[in-house]
Nanobody, 132 residues
């Protein structure tokens, strides 16, 4: 059974940085990708970024989010620890949200991406609040 556990959220001032962690148990090479998502109360969950397991390629998800986080958010991983990270810099109040990591079991078709509709398992989330 795949389990994902996020950590690293908290309160940060505008312009600050945070690194979120996603520890994944039960993960193996059969899984396609790990993605990061965020959600604000009353709004739909939105994709942030993802990493394809096969080669570590990364993409930003959801075009609206891509424009707002590109150049500020970066996904990385420590394969030995089965842990993925979301490094966030120059944080803005609009980045305030619950952040989730998720795993995609497989890609429905061959693609150079890891689209946000492909994810099967989600963690419980970690809250990020950007405020002065």
């Amino acid at each position: 059974q795949l389990q994902l556990a996020e950590s690293g959220g908290g309160l940060v001032q505008p312009g600050g940085s945070l690194r979120l962690s996603c520890a994944v148990s039960g993960f193996n090479s059969d899984y396609y990708a790990i993605g990061w998502f965020r959600q604000v109360p009353g709004k739909e969950r939105e994709g942030v970024s993802c990493m394809r397991n096969e080669d570590g390629s990364t993409w930003y998800l959801d075009s609206a989010q891509a424009d707002s986080v590109k150049g500020r958010f970066t996904v990385s991983r420590d394969t030995a620890k089965n842990t993925w990270y979301l490094q966030m810099s120059n944080l803005k109040p609009g980045d305030t949200a619950m952040y989730f990591c998720a795993a995609a079991r497989q890609a429905p078709y061959t693609s150079d991406n890891c689209f946000s509709t492909w994810y099967d398992y989600y963690g419980q989330g970690t809250q990020v609040t950007v405020s002065s």
